[in-house]
């Protein structure tokens, strides 16, 4: 309980003076004082929202188990079936935007996998939206391998297709329990990777031209994020397309104490994200392109396999991306 003070003049001034000092110092920024100790940041363990790095793994496994996911092969369709399941199971709608392509100079029943995950806020005719993205096909040919003998067989994918899907399934189980302030978009882009550069970003390409209401104010792509030896690149095109997210995932690693994880080389990389930009969604892409580091000896390899992925890589940049998808205004 306070003491009843008098209201005299004199103990009006020594108050006042007291408050001077107070404010004073409070305004040096220095010491203690009588206002407390300043609080502690927070623990960034604390921040996290619960991305189970072992659930994220085993869908990258499982993806991988069905073999190279290439167009036109059984693993394909066998992967098809098993994601429109999991992305049932974690998201409001779905639907599976199917078209034609050319892959490896043949004509390709393709597909993109579309979940819409619905805002907090009771239904709003247009809710801020973002578009999550990943590419879920493999590379037919392993044309980088190291063995002459190998370039014609199709990658595993684990980090390079699997990882960023595996990532974001377990992402929207937790965005669907614990709804954003905006709704959430998940497409999984079908035909990315081909060594014909005509055939590449097939899936994106498509999408981009029939987006409906499923086109976002903008997004983030996900490519190449399990690699164990994780650092993800300064992509620029991204940061040329929508500086201000890409400040906020950076600010949201940071604050997570996930900073180092994020201070790879600045390059200019064309992704999924491209034909998203060039649509009028401005999407970033978060990619660890160095895999495992700038020998990029496991990409477009038969040595993308899962023991090079972590579920820790997983988990660091699947907390990232919920942590800035979450404090998304409407
Ligand atoms: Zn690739």
């Not at 995950?117 to 239904?123: E, V």
Request: charged residues 20%; aromatic residues 8%.
């Amino acid at each position: 309980m306070k003491r009843a003070t008098s209201s005299s003049p004199k103990s009006l001034l020594l108050s006042l003076l007291g408050l001077f000092f107070f404010l004073g110092f409070r305004g040096c920024g220095g010491g203690s004082s009588s206002s407390g100790p300043v609080p502690p940041p927070p623990d960034p363990v604390s921040l996290r929202r619960g991305f189970d790095a072992a659930k994220a793994f085993n869908l990258l496994e499982a993806q991988v188990n069905f073999g190279p996911r290439v167009p036109g092969t059984q693993a394909h369709e066998d992967a098809l079936n098993f994601l429109f399941a999991e992305l049932f199971k974690v998201t409001d709608r779905q639907e599976k935007q199917t078209f034609n392509g050319i892959i490896e100079g043949e004509t390709r029943a393709l597909t993109n996998l579309i979940g819409v995950i619905d805002a907090s806020a009771a239904p709003r005719q247009n809710p801020q939206k973002i578009l999550l993205g990943a590419h879920w096909d493999c590379r037919p040919v392993a044309d980088r391998d190291p063995n002459p003998a190998n370039r014609d067989d199709p990658i595993d994918g684990a980090n390079d297709g699997a990882s960023g899907v595996a990532l974001l399934l377990e992402a929207a189980r937790i965005l669907i329990n614990d709804r954003p302030p905006v709704q959430v978009i998940v497409v999984f882009f079908d035909a990315e990777d081909s060594a014909r550069p005509e055939e590449m970003f097939l899936g994106s390409e498509y999408f981009a031209t029939h987006m409906g209401s499923y086109k976002a104010n903008q997004g983030i792509n996900l490519d190449m994020v399990g690699d164990a030896n994780l650092n993800v690149n300064r992509e620029q095109n991204s940061i040329n397309a929508n500086a201000a997210l890409y400040s906020a995932v950076l600010e949201a690693a940071e604050e997570l104490g996930f900073s180092k994880y994020f201070t790879g080389r600045s390059t200019f990389i064309t992704d999924d994200h491209i034909p998203l930009i060039n649509a009028g969604v401005p999407t970033i892409d978060l990619i660890d392109f160095e895999y495992p580091d700038s020998s990029h000896r496991y990409w477009h390899t038969l040595d993308d396999t899962v023991d090079k992925c972590s579920p820790q890589s997983l988990m660091i940049v699947g907390e990232t991306v919920l942590r800035a998808v979450y404090q998304l205004t409407r």
